[in-house]
């Protein structure tokens, strides 16, 4: 079963714009990762934040960790076409113990 | 440094057969994990490996195994294949610190069963 949920599933932005994708989860975790897969390929690993940390940034990355709420977001700023790919959060701890449980992904447009 | 690679990256089988799929980790990485991405069922958790041993299994039936070799690099064995089985298989390593850590993924086997 899913961990993660991604929203919103699907997002179209212009080159420039930011892009923040939220991702909730149901139990608890050690820590949340958020890759790219572009066009059915490998996973790329973006950035990976520990549940005892609220945000991280990554040059054009900004991940926020909000354990309460049991929640992430993920923020891409001033975006670019090659930027266009699907993202997932996936989560490490639980009773998977240090499997990845991931969300479906948001799938990102950014057209010129 | 290298990454992780898969192999083969396309394998077409038919249904009944048994197909094998290949992972090398990264260097230094002495875990490795398997993941299944199926057309709408998104990434599954199949198993992982860690010294050689089993660590831990996803909700997969006894027809998916797999092993590590003593130079960490890991086996995906599927028996009797079905055509639910047409996915992408992904391999992924990590270091072992005592906790999760960042996995890097290889670019996948794409396995069709027709």
């Known amino acids: 079963s899913q961990q993660g949920e991604e929203d919103p599933q699907a997002l179209s932005i212009q080159e420039g714009e930011n892009a923040t994708m939220n991702c909730s989860y149901k139990?608890?975790?050690?820590?949340l990762q958020w890759y790219r897969q572009n066009s059915g390929r490998g996973l790329v690993h973006l950035i990976l934040?520990?549940?005892?940390?609220r945000e991280k940034h990554s040059g054009r990355l900004r991940v926020t960790l909000d354990t309460s709420k049991k929640s992430s977001s993920l923020l891409i700023t001033a975006s670019r076409a090659a930027d266009t790919a699907s993202y997932f959060c996936?989560?490490?701890?639980?009773?998977?113990?240090?499997?990845?449980?991931f969300g479906k992904g948001t799938s990102l447009l950014v057209t010129p | 440094e290298a990454g992780v690679t898969q192999s083969p990256t396309h394998l077409i089988k038919t249904r009944g057969q048994q197909a094998t799929l290949r992972c090398s980790p990264i260097?230094?990485?002495?875990?490795v994990y398997w993941y299944q991405q199926a057309l709408g069922l998104g990434l599954q958790f199949l198993l992982w490996?860690?010294?050689?041993?089993?660590?831990n299994r996803g909700n997969f039936p006894p027809r998916f195994s797999g092993r590590q070799f003593p130079n960490y690099s890991s086996e995906l064995n599927v028996n009797a294949l079905e055509l639910e089985d047409s996915a992408l298989y992904l391999c992924?390593?990590?270091?072992?610190?005592?906790?999760?850590?960042?996995?890097?993924f290889g670019p996948g086997t794409r396995l069709l069963v027709l």
């Open positions: 934040i520990r549940s005892n940390e």
């Open positions: 139990t608890s975790i050690n820590n």
């Open positions: 490996y860690d010294e050689g041993e089993e660590r």
């Open positions: 992924a390593s990590s270091r072992w610190t005592g906790g999760p850590e960042t996995q890097y």
């Open positions: 996936a989560t490490a701890g639980g009773h998977r113990g240090y499997a990845l449980n």
């Open positions: 260097s230094g990485h002495t875990s």
